[in-house]
């Protein structure tokens, strides 16, 4: 069962880019890639580097999938699911995110 927490409002975030939300003591990095109300979020913990910067990533498409290339080292991290590109052992945690009523909401 999901406990959904509001982080932020929909406004907060600007298209093309990332923000960074406590949920709990868990840092996570949402992204809204385009001018709707279509979000991802996942861990904003770097493992390569162990740092919080993957909400400061580029959002990148890559073979039709939406990706953020970390800012440190440049591994990519798969939006929808965390998968790491560059190798699958270091792949992150990824949450169920929502907008209702203009508030963006993570699942515990």
Request: proline share 5%.
């Amino acid at each position: 069962m999901n406990t959904w927490k509001v982080v932020c409002s929909l406004n907060d975030i600007l298209p093309a880019t990332g923000v960074c939300a406590l949920l709990g003591e868990q840092q996570v990095a949402i992204f809204r890639p385009g001018k709707d109300e279509q979000l991802y979020a996942i861990s904003n913990i770097d493992p390569f580097a162990n740092a919080s910067v993957l909400s400061r990533g580029l959002i990148v498409e890559h073979q039709q999938e939406l990706w953020v290339a970390s800012p440190l080292k440049k591994q990519r991290f798969r939006l929808r699911d965390g998968l790491c590109m560059e190798d699958e052992h270091y792949s992150v945690a990824h949450f169920p995110v929502r907008v209702i009523e203009g508030r963006v909401e993570v699942a515990a």
